[in-house]
């Protein structure tokens, strides 16, 4: 099993920055993707990015490209999402999420481990 632990979120105003933080721990060979969804009240749960334990390699929803940029630590199995330039649309609540497959992929349901989740808010 994974457990994650994700932290960071708070209340910034319009144009601010956040950072994210995702902590892995037991099985942690298994996080071969790291990734981060978001869900706005009565919205569906949506990719936010994913990054390769492999090779680095990245993806990211076309809302927030060039804003939000997806790094991880190997040897601290901890995945960061550094968010500039924030909109009042970006509110949600942030999850962590792990994949025990190789491939960034967008789909909620191919991730097995979630952390708990960290509130998101941007006042205009």
């Known amino acids: 099993q994974v457990q994650l632990v994700d932290s960071g979120g708070g209340m910034v105003q319009a144009g601010g920055s956040l950072r994210l933080s995702c902590a892995a721990s037991g099985r942690t060979s298994s996080t071969y993707v790291m990734g981060w969804f978001r869900q706005a009240p009565g919205k569906e749960r949506e990719f936010v990015a994913g990054?390769?334990?492999?090779?680095?390699?990245?993806l990211y929803a076309d809302s927030v490209k060039s804003r939000f940029t997806i790094s991880r630590d190997n040897a601290k199995i901890t995945a960061y999402l550094q968010m500039n330039s924030l909109k009042p649309e970006d509110t949600a609540v942030y999850y962590c999420?792990?994949?025990?497959?190789?491939?960034?992929?967008?789909?909620?349901?191919?991730?097995?481990?979630w952390g708990q989740g960290t509130q998101v808010t941007v006042s205009s």
């Open positions: 990054i390769s334990r492999y090779d680095g390699s990245t």
């Open positions: 999420a792990a994949r025990d497959a190789v491939g960034v992929v967008t789909t909620r349901t191919l991730y097995r481990y």
